[in-house]
T-cell receptor
């Protein structure tokens, strides 16, 4: 089945550690996105990529980094510089740079910093 | 300024009744798309319905319809014949044609359907 796979589903990390969240899609979509969701809040954009080897910062990129070496993969690293990393992280993809297309989401990764 | 405003933090509805979830948006872009997503407690985001800024008719998808009032910049979601499985968070979102066209979300409305 086509879709987006995020792993791990749950992740615990100690303060000061970097952690990488995986996002893989087999939908052949050009565009991929990372969103963060805090309790009772909407989704906020961290990073997005419209094409391989290119990505742009979203609204809350500080303390995060990404790479896009392959079309199907868009991993997110939460660095120790992120002040409040405990959150629910959602990866998404879309066909391309068009305002008419919906985003397809993975099931999310829940990160807790101890 | 917020681009998407959902003023109802929570809504209650009885099973089989209809419910309207409010959404207003702000954009100066003449070309944009409006989306509604459902997020059950499991966390996944489920796409429900889309309305384009140039669409003349309101979008419908099964029990979901979008009450699009362009002049008022509102895009309310109407769920008819509510079911217990409709209990979830609902998010309104917008994509504009300018720039890289990412999806901007409102803060959501929690809908609880009672028997």
């Amino acid at each position: 089945d086509g879709g987006i796979t995020q792993s791990p589903k749950y992740l615990f990390r100690k303060e000061g550690q970097n952690v990488t969240l995986s996002c893989e899609q087999n939908l052949n979509h050009d565009a991929m996105y990372w969103y963060r969701q805090d309790p009772g809040q909407g989704l906020r954009l961290i990073y997005y990529s419209q094409i391989v080897n290119d990505f742009q910062k979203g609204d809350i990129a500080e303390g995060y980094s990404v790479s896009r070496e392959k079309k199907e993969s868009f991993p997110l690293t939460v660095t120790s510089a992120q002040k409040n990393p405990t959150a629910f992280y959602l990866c998404a993809s879309s066909i391309g740079n068009t305002y008419t297309g919906e985003l397809f989401f993975g099931e999310g990764s829940r990160l807790t910093v101890l | 300024a917020q681009k998407i405003t959902q003023t109802q933090p929570g809504m209650f509805v009885q099973e089989k009744e209809a419910v309207t979830l409010d959404c207003t948006y702000d954009t100066s872009d003449p070309s944009y798309g409006l989306f509604w997503y459902k997020q059950p407690s499991s966390g996944e985001m489920i796409f429900l319905i889309y309305q384009g800024s140039y669409d003349q008719q309101n979008a419908t998808e099964g029990r979901y319809s979008l009450n699009f009032q362009k002049a008022r910049k509102s895009a309310n979601l109407v769920i008819s014949a509510s079911q217990l499985g409709d209990s979830a968070m609902y998010f309104c979102a917008m994509r504009e044609s300018s720039g890289y066209s990412t999806l901007t979300f409102g803060k959501g409305t929690m809908l609880l359907v009672s028997p």
